[in-house]
């Protein structure tokens, strides 16, 4: 665990010290992943500088047992590998509500974020990711989850 944390904090401290690059202004689209039983996400990103944005995810379940919805919000540091390759490390939180027939309720919870991206040459862009989320309630999200996803993205 403390080799974890120490990684984490060297990603991070890291992030602040690299070079400027190429950031789309908006992208918007898919995040494809387990998403804790949620599956897909609507996944849009917000340039704010040089190498930071915003990231926000929104997964929804509407099944006949299980009603959810989560909104995550995530900063993200985005560095350089290659001209249309970066790679990025992000942290944030998020909220939501759940249904599933006995018990109704809200939580929220805390995440990390790591991966990687491509940009193409058409407006398109690929990433991996890896997003660990601590949630915080009794029933729906009380535990650690790990989420690892492929998003989709149309950029403008």
Do not use: C
């Not at 001209?83 to 027939?101: I, K, R």
């Amino acid at each position: 665990m403390k080799t974890l944390i120490f990684s984490v904090l060297a990603l991070t401290l890291t992030a602040f010290s690299v070079n400027a690059q190429d950031i789309s202004k908006n992208a918007l689209g898919l995040r494809l992943g387990d998403n804790d039983g949620l599956g897909a996400e609507i996944s849009y990103q917000r340039h704010l500088n040089d190498n930071n944005r915003l990231e926000f995810d929104l997964g929804w379940r509407d099944s006949d047992n299980l009603d959810v919805f989560k909104l995550v919000g995530l900063y993200q540091w985005v560095m350089p590998i290659d001209d249309s390759f970066n790679w990025y490390v992000g942290a944030g939180a998020g909220f939501g509500s759940y249904d599933n027939g006995n018990n109704d309720g809200t939580f929220a919870l805390v995440a990390g974020d790591i991966g990687i991206e491509y940009n193409f040459d058409i407006p398109l862009q690929l990433s991996l990711d890896f997003r660990p989320e601590l949630g915080f309630d009794d029933d729906y999200s009380d535990d650690v989850d790990f989420d690892i996803a492929l998003g989709i993205r149309y950029r403008f």
